[in-house]
Every structure is written in C-alpha cells, then in structure tokens.
C-alpha cells in the first residue's frame, strides 16, 4: 500500500486492474484504491510478473502493507507473506431501522467498500447506480447522488458529503501541523513585472486555436521549473533524516476540489517539456484531481509545489511546505500597478510571488536567488 500523501497512513483496496500471470510493465495501472483523497490508480514501478494477490478487494490496510507479489519474468517463485489482517470491518453495515435489508456485494459490481457500506445503510441498490470512477466503478459520491434522487431519503447524502469534507479536512490539518511543527519555514515575496509575459501570451494565444489556447499559470510553473537549476537545493525531499537532491522536476500543481479541500498531483518532468505540452498535461491533470482518476505517481512524486489563488482575487500567498518537500511557490493575482520603467512611470501588470521554504535545507540569500532567477526568466516568455 503506497504512502500517497504525507497523512495517509491507510488505504482500501477497491478492485484489482491485473491478475496472477499477467506480464507487468513500468508505468501500469495493477490496482485502484481509495482514501480521503478519492479513488487512486496505482501504478508498477518495477517490470515483472504478478504472481501472487495477498489483499482482496475491500480490505482496508496500513500504508507499507504488501499487497502483491510481483518476480522477475524467469526467476523462481518467492514464498508469499500472510494475508494482512484489515483495519477496519470490510463488510457493509447493518441498515439502518426502517430502510431496505442490507445488500449483499456481488462480483459483477466495481464498487468501492465505502460506497458498498453506503449503498447498504440506505437500501440502495448497486447495480441501478451509474459510476464514475475508474472503469465505471462506484464512488461515495456516486452513492450521494443516486440517494439524493430518491425523495425517500433526503438526508443520506448531504451527511454523507458533510463526513466526507470533515475527513478530508482532518487530513489536510493533520499534515499541515506537521509541517508547521517540524519544518522551520521562512518567507520571501518579491513582485515581478508581466508586462512582457502577458504581450507574448495575448500575441501567441492569437494564433492558437482555442482548445490549445495557454493560461499566464503555465508560464509560472515553467519558469519556477527552470529556476530551480540555479538554485537545486529547493527540488529535494527529506527521506529519513536527509534532504535528497533530485535533477528531475516534478511540480506539485495544488488544485481545489469540489466539495473542499485540496490535492496537489505533480506534473512531471516540467523544465524538459514545451509550454503547449504542460499546457495539454495541466488541464488533464485538473480534469482527473476533480473525478477521482489520478495515479499513486501523481502524488507520490512532487520535488515542489506551486499554489495560487490569484482567481480568487488574492494578491499574495505565503503557503505551508507539504512534507516531505522543503519548498512552496505561491503566486496571487496580477493586477496593475504604478512602476518605473526607463525612469518613467507607467502602469505595469506585476504579480505577487512568494517562497516559503525549509531553513534547513536552504536560506534567505538562496531563497532571493531563486526568486530573482524567476523573475528574469519571466522577462523572456518565448524562451520558456
């Protein structure tokens, strides 16, 4: 069960994607599990063959916990461990006085054990409920939905979302005081004129059709990407009692939910891949943040994360580091303000970035190295 976020400390096991036998390759989706985030594809990471399944779908077990057993294609057969016992009860729960008998799980359903226990409690019937998650599998809130039609029971599933948003809220605290409590952050803003990133955008965006059209967000994150290689102590992540350098750039982009709350999936690779590129990746990895279908990499693997709440007319943001990272990029809204260009006053675009970063790991004469550098950067937009 992989660690997928710095709070999740376990997991359920929905439904399997591969079975004993099947050839696995890098990159491919072997199993679906759900936590306080939603439902989470999970991704093999080292080639091989699945042999043995240790959870059956519906278990809920510790983070760390084996899973599967995967070989190498050729080696020999390795003795499978035990069968983890479940954190929590697997079956559905008994209905509530007054509503429909419980009812009973049925292969033929992609259902999450959450949904199933909901489904149970208010007599609601699996297979008359269309699912949106991966696969066309069941989700909580495909449960909400289906009971909120039904006039029978109209307070199933604003209780239900209200529970939802509570636990995802206690996850978001539980990792944020963490990070307050161990990490010893400290600030830096600077203000950074647009003038010349907005024309080259409004300019390029005229010849592309609207579909492929960039956002001003694209050309923030590249540039924050690009600044990191003069300034490569800020793309690391703590494991153990190390900071851990890494060359590849993978920007957790933080992405508001419907509902409440937040995740933030990375994008991968960013300073190696075009504007347009990101562009295409950002607005499929938003789609997916919003209707449960992101992968275990997506969470797993951000080096640093970029949060902005400029559409929400805030000007500047100074953010809490998401372990085990020891850096955050906050960018607020652009808006125009006086400045001096050429010994000149004129009216200028400029934006709000800010750092906040793990004393640590780096310092202030750092971290103003790293802002300055993005705001060069963002002085020659084609070159992004």
């Known amino acids: 069960?992989?660690?997928?976020?710095?709070?999740?400390?376990?997991?359920?096991?929905?439904?399997?994607?591969?079975?004993?036998?099947?050839?696995l390759e890098r990159g491919d989706t072997i199993a679906v599990v759900e936590t306080d985030k939603g439902l989470i594809d999970v991704e093999v990471f080292t080639p091989g063959v699945l042999e043995k399944i240790v959870v059956a779908p519906g278990t809920t077990v510790p983070t760390g916990t084996v899973l599967a057993i995967i070989?190498?294609?050729?080696?020999?057969?390795?003795?499978?461990?035990?069968?983890?016992?479940?954190?929590?009860?697997?079956?559905?729960?008994?209905?509530?006085?007054?509503?429909?008998?419980?009812?009973a799980p049925s292969a033929r359903i992609r259902i999450s054990p959450l949904a199933r226990k909901r489904a149970a409690a208010l007599g609601i019937d699996p297979a008359s409920i269309r699912g949106s998650g991966p696969g066309g599998s069941i989700r909580q809130e495909d449960v909400d939905q289906a009971a909120a039609a039904r006039a029978a029971a109209p307070a199933g599933p604003a209780r239900s979302a209200l529970d939802r948003q509570a636990r995802l809220r206690q996850a978001i605290a539980a990792a944020m005081t963490r990070s307050k409590r161990e990490i010893p952050h400290y600030y830096l803003a600077t203000t950074i004129d647009m003038h010349r990133a907005t024309s080259w955008l409004a300019a390029v965006n005229l010849e592309r059709p609207v579909p492929d059209r960039l956002l001003i967000g694209v050309l923030l994150i590249k540039a924050v990407a690009l600044a990191l290689r003069e300034v490569p102590e800020l793309?690391?992540?703590?494991?153990?009692?190390?900071?851990?350098?890494?060359?590849?750039?993978?920007i957790g982009v933080a992405i508001s939910l419907r509902g409440g709350g937040l995740v933030a999936p990375a994008l991968h690779d960013v300073a190696g891949r075009n504007v347009g590129d990101l562009m295409r990746a950002f607005r499929d990895l938003v789609q997916r943040a919003r209707s449960g279908?992101?992968?275990?990499?997506?969470?797993?693997?951000?080096?640093?994360?970029?949060?902005?709440?400029?559409?929400?007319?805030?000007?500047?943001?100074?953010?809490?580091?998401?372990?085990?990272?020891?850096?955050?990029?906050?960018?607020?809204?652009?808006v125009e303000r006086p400045w001096v260009v050429d010994g000149q006053i004129a009216v200028r675009p400029v934006v709000t970035a800010t750092l906040s970063a793990d004393h640590r790991v780096s310092d202030g004469h750092r971290g103003g190295l790293f802002l300055a550098a993005v705001?060069?950067?963002?002085?020659?937009?084609a070159q992004l």
């Open 1 to 23: 069960m992989p660690i997928l976020t710095a709070d999740m400390s376990a997991g359920t096991l929905v439904e399997w994607r591969k079975q004993p036998g099947e050839v």
């Open 71 to 103: 070989r190498d294609a050729g080696s020999a057969a390795a003795p499978a461990p035990a069968a983890p016992a479940p954190t929590a009860p697997t079956v559905a729960a008994p209905p509530a006085p007054g509503r429909a008998a419980a009812i």
């Open 235 to 250: 793309n690391s992540v703590w494991r153990g009692t190390e900071p851990v350098r890494t060359d590849a750039v993978h």
């Open 293 to 334: 279908g992101l992968r275990s990499s997506e969470l797993s693997d951000p080096t640093i994360t970029v949060t902005s709440l400029g559409e929400q007319g805030v000007e500047s943001t100074f953010a809490v580091i998401f372990p085990p990272q020891v850096a955050i990029v906050g960018f607020g809204k652009i």
């Open 375 to 381: 705001d060069r950067l963002l002085q020659h937009p």
